[in-house]
């Protein structure tokens, strides 16, 4: 029987929700092989991120290597990346096997205000990583730093930033609205024509730990299945939308969203 394949190259999330733990849970989730690169450790919780232990390049590249000379991959999401050298790696070597369908989550600060990529490195994301991407997923801070503006508090604003970062080169430009203040959640998708709007209503929890690395792990997932960008996206937005509707009160502080929520109703509607 074959199979659609999904890699991750991220940070791991000792507690579950986020990284590593939320991508392969949700390849799982949307029926792909999912495959990992380790670029760093975390010892985190609901409560925060304790510690941030950066692999070293030699291991990130041989886990690259192991994963893209034998087995492949229909799709790759990356998240934490944490230095300017880990990503000049990983964008080299998803040149060198051309690798297709890479949907890149420009992670930066964890919720908690944790430092999951270095200042420094902010350069290399935008030169040499935003411009092999098939599809980049910023939140609004993520967005703004990029730009090198202040954060964007509208839906104009952000369509505005959608324009302005497709220039750097991504063939897709998603922004989650999942930061504005009020009104529901609105996510952008740009495709170099037209802006779509993707929009649920705002789910009252305070349980998001892992929402942004779950959508986008979501969309590697449906892109590797061959599904288009726009279908994908919409996919990855009724996925995340379940999974916060059903979040996990795991921890004493901000707890994991539900991975199997999305297959479980659709199991109940047939
Ligand atoms: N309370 C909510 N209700 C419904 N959807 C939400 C809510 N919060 C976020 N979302 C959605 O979740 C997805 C992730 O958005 P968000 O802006 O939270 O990402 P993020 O900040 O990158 O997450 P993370 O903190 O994990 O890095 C988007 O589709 C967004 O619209
Ligand atoms: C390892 C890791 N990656 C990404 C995030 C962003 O949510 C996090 N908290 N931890």
């Known amino acids: 029987m074959s199979i659609a394949k999904a890699l991750t190259i991220a940070g791991s999330d000792s507690g579950g929700g986020a990284g590593i733990q939320a991508d392969i849970k949700t390849f799982q989730e949307l029926n792909t092989f999912g495959m990992s690169v380790i670029t760093a450790l975390t010892a985190q919780n609901t409560l925060g991120v304790h510690g941030v232990f950066p692999q070293t390049l030699e291991a990130i590249e041989a886990q690259m290597e192991a994963v893209l000379s034998d087995m492949g991959t229909d799709a790759v999401k990356t998240g934490m990346l944490f230095s300017a050298d880990i990503i000049s790696l990983v964008a080299r070597k998803l040149k060198e096997y051309e690798v297709k369908n890479i949907v890149v989550d420009p992670v930066m600060i964890a919720k908690g205000g944790a430092a999951l990529l270095q200042e420094e490195a902010?350069?290399?994301?935008?030169?040499?990583?935003?411009?092999i991407a098939t599809v980049i997923t910023p939140n609004?801070?993520?967005?703004a730093k990029i730009l090198g503006r202040e954060e964007m508090k509208t839906i104009e604003e952000m369509k505005q930033a959608a324009v302005d970062l497709h220039k750097l080169?991504?063939?897709?430009?998603v922004i989650k609205g999942g930061h504005l203040t009020e009104g529901p959640a609105i996510d952008l998708l740009y495709d170099g024509e037209s802006i779509y709007e993707l929009e649920t209503r705002r789910v009252e929890t305070k349980h998001t730990h892992g929402t942004g690395c779950t959508f986008a792990a979501a969309i590697a997932a449906e892109l590797a299945k061959g599904s288009p960008i726009k279908e994908s996206v919409e996919t990855a937005k009724a996925f995340i939308t379940a999974a916060i509707s059903s979040s996990l009160v795991i921890g004493k502080g901000i707890g994991p969203t539900n991975h199997a929520a999305y297959r479980a109703a659709r199991l109940q509607k047939q």
Do not use: C, D, H, S
Not at 122 to 131: K, N, S
Not at 140 to 143: D, I, Q, V
């Open 140 to 143: 609004l801070p993520e967005a």
């Open 122 to 131: 902010i350069r290399a994301l935008t030169e040499e990583l935003l411009p």
């Open 169 to 173: 080169g991504p063939a897709y430009v």
